[in-house]
Nanobody
Framework: QVQLVESGGGLVQAGGSLRLSCAAS????????MGWFRQAPGKEREFVAG????????YYADSVKGRFTISRDNVKNTMYLQMNSLKPEDTAVYYC?????????????????WGQGTQVTVSS
């Protein structure tokens, strides 16, 4: 009922920047919280950042705090992840997710909708 599509991934050098986008379409919800997760080969899917419906509350994993910034534009139904000072350990498939509640969650099982993922590769 709600489709999420990530874009903006690619190959960058360590220390570089990328801006990921997540566009929502279909029957969108007016008050859903959203988040970004990532998964590297052989690793569990992990929480990266989350944002409330209003954008007033954000939460970041310790590993990305100070380097990544999550934001959203509810008029455009789009969420963003600005990634600066990228490190090789940031290499992963990044997934956009949404949940039908207002507040941020940090566990993947709390989210209702998922995008297909976009690859981010950071070279050393």
């Amino acid at each position: 009922q709600v489709q999420l599509v990530e874009s903006g991934g690619g190959l960058v050098q360590a220390g570089g920047s990328l801006r990921l986008s997540c566009a929502a379409s279909g029957r969108t919800f007016s008050r859903y919280a959203m988040g970004w997760f990532r998964q590297a080969p052989g690793k569990e899917r992990e929480f990266v950042a989350g944002i409330s419906w209003s954008g007033g509350s954000t939460y970041y994993a310790d590993s990305v705090k100070g380097r990544f910034t999550i934001s959203r534009d509810n008029v455009k139904n789009t969420m963003y992840l600005q990634m600066n000072s990228l490190k090789p350990e940031d290499t992963a498939v990044y997934y956009c997710a949404a949940r039908r509640l207002n507040v941020v969650a940090t566990m993947a099982l709390e989210y209702d909708y998922w995008g297909q993922g976009t690859q981010v590769t950071v070279s050393s």
